[in-house]
């Protein structure tokens, strides 16, 4: 990855000439000689990698999408399928004689850039999780796209920050950690509600007078209601840092307005947006101005999720992802099953004026696109909506959504527990109406305790919460 200061001020032609040709040493010195999958794919499909002269050649290629690399029971080594190998003794150039006035000689490949190092998982939302390998120059590289995301949010060594997010081999934690550590501040690796627990890591953010947090938005909504059960105070708080899970645009309206009701110092929220195959997660200098991408890193594609058609500037469509700068696991045109409601953006960023093309509107997932029974046919459900309707609601704490077979049609049960204090009868009066009218399939509304809740979401369990469980096939 180059100097941050250079990429970022780059205007969108010089970036476009950039990756055309990263894009094309990528292919011919990595992808093409030395990556399993894509090395045996070329040469079924005939395809030749030289003609790909730049990003507009792409769609001569093959999209990589999630059953591609998830490891079948029979061969649980398949993911290595997608792992640069490293470079032989005969790759390497002899070193020359005496020494250079002009610079370093080359000497071919570095085997060290290529050597496995640790591996970080896929989150495992929608199948299996998948290790991603990194080498030592990748590591580096997720210190850089740490660095950068802190610089979006304008984070600096004097921030002192509460890092909640989840303890797990996943690039979410890592980043965030990697982050601080580069830039000196104090912060404190909860290892979020699997480790720390929600009392603790509250305490330590009012007794550290930590102005900053970083935490997934279900967590977070839960923590700023259990501030005052618990007896902290969140006066020195000034920002949230939203990730892990895909956070709407209530989301960042919602927990806005609780830090404002909770006494925070100010209602500050950002977001970023991670996804584990790209290595890297990308913030957002100020919410609705989009997720500030890496260039000379990693591609970005939006097309439609089902013909695959490249979309203009704006479109929403599916984030489909190519590395331009990595070893260890690499992807070529990989599908993410990530939607960017509002495409992507290479003009200036009009709030903090870097020119990085930008993912923009809110991150739906594919795979919360239903197709259901209904009494006339197929009904289309996007349980994105569902989470969104919910976030936005001040009185629910904590809730889930199933989704259950029916005859003649299948059905949606929302399981709710509301704020302390709400009249839950009225809560469940009212989202049963609204969801009646927002959904076109049967809806059920019923209360539940917490304890009850919590457990069938994972609360303090998993990565994140799982708030829609589809139990037709169950």
């Known amino acids: ?46 395809i030749n990698p030289a003609d790909i002269k730049g990003v507009e050649d792409l769609d001569k290629l093959p999209f990589t999408e999630k059953k591609d690399i998830v490891a079948p029971e029979d061969n649980p080594e398949h993911p290595k399928k997608f792992v640069l190998d490293v470079p032989g003794e005969d790759e390497l150039k002899p070193k020359k004689k005496g020494f250079s006035l002009f610079g370093k000689k080359d000497t071919g490949p570095d085997p060290s850039d290529y050597s496995f190092f640790t591996l970080y998982f896929t989150a495992g939302r929608t199948d299996k999780p998948v ?30 920050l509460i890092n909640a997010f989840t303890y797990a081999p996943n690039v979410y ?55 005052e059960h618990f007896g902290f105070s969140a006066e020195n708080l000034e920002r949230i840092i939203l990730g892990i899970d895909y ?28 996804i584990s195959e790209a290595k890297s997660g990308w913030a957002e200098c100020a919410p609705g101005f989009g997720y500030h991408t890496n260039p000379d890193h990693v591609l970005i594609e939006i097309v439609d999720p089902d013909s695959g058609e490249v979309k203009g500037e704006g479109e929403p469509g599916e984030v489909v992802i190519t590395h331009l700068d990595a070893k260890g696991t690499t992807f070529l045109r990989y599908k993410t099953g990530d939607i960017a409601t509002g495409g992507l953006a290479t003009e200036p960023c009009p709030n903090c004026k870097r020119t990085v093309p930008r993912i923009m509107g809110d991150i739906e997932r594919k795979s919360l696109y239903f197709d259901l029974k209904g009494k006339d046919g197929t009904v289309s459900f996007n349980a994105n909506e569902l989470r969104k309707v919910m976030f936005a609601r001040e009185d629910v704490l904590l809730w889930y959504a199933e989704i259950n077979s029916g005859d003649p049609e299948d059905t949606l049960k929302v399981v709710v527990k509301g704020v302390s204090g709400t009249d839950e009868q009225a809560l469940q009066k009212d989202l049963q109406e609204k969801l009646h009218d927002q959904f076109s399939i049967p809806v059920a509304v019923e209360l539940s305790s917490l304890d009850a809740v919590a457990n069938t979401i994972g609360m303090e369990k998993f990565i994140t919460e799982q708030t829609i469980l589809d139990k037709r096939n169950s």
């Open 1 to 46: 990855m180059q100097a941050w200061s250079k990429i970022s001020k780059m205007p969108a032609p010089a970036i476009r000439k950039m990756q055309n040709e990263q894009l094309t040493k990528m292919l011919s010195e990595d992808l093409a000689v030395r990556h399993p999958h894509y090395r045996e794919l070329f040469k079924e499909k005939n």
């Open 131 to 160: 290790p991603i390998e990194y080498t030592h120059y990748d590591l580096n590289n997720l210190k850089e796209a740490g660095a950068r995301a802190f610089d979006i949010l304008d984070l600096s060594r004097d921030d002192t």
């Open 173 to 227: 934690f890592w980043q965030m950690f990697y982050s601080t550590i580069g830039i000196g501040s104090t912060a404190l690796q909860t290892g979020g509600g699997k480790v720390l627990g929600m009392e603790k890591i509250l305490k330590a953010m009012d007794s550290m007078e930590a102005p900053a947090m970083a935490i997934a938005p279900g967590y977070c909504r839960f923590a700023l209601h259990t501030l």
């Open 247 to 274: 956070t709407p645009m209530e989301a960042v309206d919602r927990i806005s307005k609780l830090m404002e009701a909770v006494g925070a110092k100010e209602n500050r929220v950002q977001r970023i947006y991670f």
